[in-house]
């Protein structure tokens, strides 16, 4: 698979799911990829670094919550295009419901589905690669 120029962040308190989740972005052609466990430093990072393209993060974790960085984010004209998709355990459907209404773009429940992983992410990343070569 052709290497994708898009940089990714990946947001979660367990080092084993973000291990699990750089491996699946890794064979979609992603290699620049960023890892954190905290939404704090997350959202330090992309204010920092500005130019990522696809945010993949948990909704649990200790501190501030996936749903805050969200927020924190879509709040912040400088990075509230980057994409955003929860990959969580968590799965209220009221949850997924007010996470889709605050801007994020999937919710993807684990254990995650490779298939299902590889098809979202191909779903938002075409259209930002195309967008960025637009520009």
């Not at 993060?57 to 200790?62: H, R, V």
């Not at 929860?86 to 999937?106: L, Q, Y």
């Amino acid at each position: 698979m052709p290497k994708r120029q898009i940089r990714v962040l990946v947001v979660d308190d367990s080092i084993t799911a973000r291990k699990m989740i750089l491996g699946l972005c890794r064979k979609l052609g992603f290699a620049d990829i960023t890892e954190v466990d905290r939404a704090d430093a997350a959202l330090i990072k992309l204010i920092i670094e500005s130019n990522f393209g696809l945010i993949l993060c948990d909704w649990n974790m200790p501190g501030a919550s996936g749903i805050d960085l969200l927020s924190s984010i879509k709040s912040n004209a400088l990075i509230k295009h980057i994409p955003f998709v929860f990959v969580t355990a968590e799965s209220e459907p009221r949850h997924i419901e007010a996470a889709r209404k605050m801007g994020a773009d999937e919710f993807l429940t684990k254990p995650i589905d490779t298939q299902k992983f590889a098809n979202i992410i191909e779903k938002i990343v075409v259209p930002v690669a195309a967008n960025a070569r637009a520009a």
